[in-house]
């Protein structure tokens, strides 16, 4: 999988839209962008996954600019539960389970 | 559906004992993998295995080791504890082994003194 730099921590207020910036310069032509999200003691869980332009879930919306070197996790409203560690990979859809790293992610703190 | 589940929640151990950890998949999934995860390495891939068979390695020292049962629920075995084996050990399935169509159990926290 792609190499990808976000910020190692974050805060917010409840009630705030979080965005979380994700950088991959060497992203691939056939390369999809997904997001997770991990609580602590817990294991990862699949948020949302994009190729280009806009995706939106019940859950966030990602944004992917035209250049794709870039993407931005957007979380509506945040509460206290969304506190957790949110993880960008960039990587083909065929990758296998054995390609899978995550690096530190990006800490985001919720406060009330 | 029933999710992943992972025994033991926690787990502790001294150095030079031995551990097994238990995985059981969603129903239906054949593929099992399993992570390590670090606060200053984070997630590492250690092995996956489908259909019984050990399809791909992590590199990791040969006290890891795993097996998959017929009914597709996974061990994982750690022989000859190190202090630096300390970790959440994640366990994961899927359909096929993609590796974004993965559903991650809670993990198990390891200890070792």
């Known amino acids: 999988l792609a190499k990808t730099t976000q910020p190692i921590s974050m805060d917010s207020y409840e009630g705030q839209e979080v965005n979380i910036t994700c950088s991959h310069n060497n992203i691939a032509t056939n390369d999809y962008i997904t997001w997770y999200q991990q609580f602590p003691s817990q294991g990862p869980r699949f948020i949302i996954q994009g190729y280009k332009t806009k995706v939106t879930n019940e859950v966030a919306s990602l944004f992917i600019p035209a250049d794709r070197k870039s993407s931005t996790l957007s979380l509506p409203r945040v509460s206290l539960s969304d506190t957790a560690v949110y993880y960008c990979l960039v990587g083909p859809p065929g990758a296998g389970s054995y390609q899978l790293t995550f690096g530190k992610g990006t800490k985001l703190s919720v406060i009330p | 559906k029933a999710g992943v589940t992972q025994t033991p929640r926690y787990l502790i151990k001294t150095r030079g004992q031995q551990v097994t950890l238990s995985c059981s998949p969603i129903?239906?999934?054949?593929?099992v993998s399993w992570y390590q995860q670090t606060p200053g390495q984070g997630l590492q891939f250690l092995f996956e295995y489908f259909s019984e068979t050990q399809r791909n390695k992590g590199n990791f020292p040969g006290r890891f080791s795993g097996r998959q049962f017929s009914n597709s629920r996974s061990e994982m075995n750690v022989s000859t504890l190190e202090l630096g084996d300390s970790a959440l050990y994640l366990c994961?399935?899927?359909?096929?082994?993609?590796?974004?169509?993965?559903?991650f159990g809670p993990g198990t926290r390891l200890t070792v003194t």
């Open positions: 994961a399935s899927s359909l096929a082994g993609d590796y974004y169509e993965q559903y």
């Open positions: 129903s239906g999934h054949r593929s």
